[in-house]
C-alpha cells in the first residue's frame, strides 16, 4: 500500500541546532515528494519539492531537503533553529496513479527551546 | 500570485442545521479543488478532489451525501456540511490547481474551523 511515514511525533531543538525531520515513503514508483509547514492556526505553506534531478532541493526559510532513492527517503534539514520555526511539518507526496492529490504523512511537531 | 481563500475562517453551527464553506482562487483560474480535513494533533485525510463542472470523487469512507461538494466555476468551491453533528467538528482544509501549473502542485487556503454544538 501506498504511505509516508514521519516517524518522529514530536522533536525538540535548542535554538541554533540544528534540524533533521524524517519521513519515508512507500510507493510503487518515485513520487513527487513535499514538505509543509503548518503554524498554529495557519494553512499549509509549501517549504520545497522534489519533481526530479538534483537530489539536495533548497527551499524556503533555510531549509532544505535530500531526496534518497535507495532508502525512499526524503528528509527536512535546517542548519540553525529560529524560535519561529515551531510548528508542524508535514511530508506529503503525490503518486503518479493518484489523480494528483497529496497524501499527507502524520506530520511532527516541532517545539524550539530558548 | 496562486492565492487561495476561504470562507469562513471560523464558524459555529448547532447541531442538525447546515453549513457553507467556500473556496476561493483569487488570482487563477482552478480546474481542480481538493477538499482535506485535519484533526486534531492529526494529519490531513483527503475527502473530495472536485473538477470544475463536474460532480465530486469522493474518497473511501466519506460519506457524498453529508458532505455536498460543488466547482460551478473556475474559481470557486464549495463544501456543505449537511445535518451537522458534533464528530464533524473539525479543520476542513481546500487546495486548487492551477491548469497553467502542474496539476500536482496545489496551493492552499487557510482554513476553516468548524465547531458543531
Known amino acids: 500500500a501506498q504511505s509516508v511515514t514521519q516517524p518522529d511525533i514530536h522533536i525538540t531543538v535548542s535554538e541554533g541546532a540544528s534540524l533533521e525531520l524524517r519521513c519515508n515513503y512507500s510507493y510503487g514508483a518515485t513520487p513527487y515528494l513535499f514538505w509543509y509547514v503548518q503554524s498554529p492556526g495557519q494553512g499549509l505553506q509549501l517549504l520545497l519539492k522534489?519533481?526530479?534531478?538534483?537530489?539536495l532541493v533548497q527551499g524556503i526559510k533555510g531549509f532544505e531537503a535530500e531526496f534518497k532513492r535507495s532508502q525512499s527517503s526524503f528528509n527536512l534539514r535546517k542548519p540553525s533553529v529560529h524560535w519561529s520555526d515551531a510548528a508542524e511539518y508535514f511530508c506529503?507526496?503525490?503518486?503518479?496513479?493518484?489523480?494528483?492529490?497529496?497524501?499527507f504523512g502524520k506530520g511532527t511537531s516541532l517545539l524550539v527551546t530558548p | 500570485g496562486a492565492v487561495v481563500s476561504q470562507h469562513p475562517s471560523r464558524v459555529i453551527c448547532k447541531s442538525g442545521t447546515s453549513v457553507k464553506i467556500e473556496c476561493r482562487s483569487l488570482?487563477?483560474?482552478?480546474?481542480?479543488m481538493f477538499w482535506y480535513r485535519q484533526f486534531p494533533k492529526k494529519s490531513l485525510m483527503l475527502m473530495a478532489t472536485?473538477?470544475?463542472?463536474?460532480?465530486?470523487?469522493?474518497e473511501q469512507g466519506v460519506e457524498k451525501d453529508k458532505f455536498l461538494i460543488n466547482h460551478a466555476s473556475l474559481t470557486l468551491s464549495t463544501l456543505t456540511v449537511t445535518s451537522a453533528h458534533p464528530e464533524d467538528s473539525s479543520f476542513y482544509i481546500c487546495s486548487a490547481t492551477s491548469w497553467t501549473r502542474p496539476s500536482y502542485e496545489q496551493y492552499f487556503g487557510p482554513g476553516t474551523r468548524l465547531t458543531v454544538t
Open positions: 472536485s473538477n470544475e463542472g463536474s460532480k465530486a470523487t469522493y
Open positions: 506529503a507526496v503525490v503518486g503518479p496513479d493518484s489523480g494528483y492529490a497529496l497524501n
Open positions: 522534489y519533481f526530479s534531478g538534483d537530489t
Open positions: 488570482d487563477f483560474q482552478a480546474t481542480t
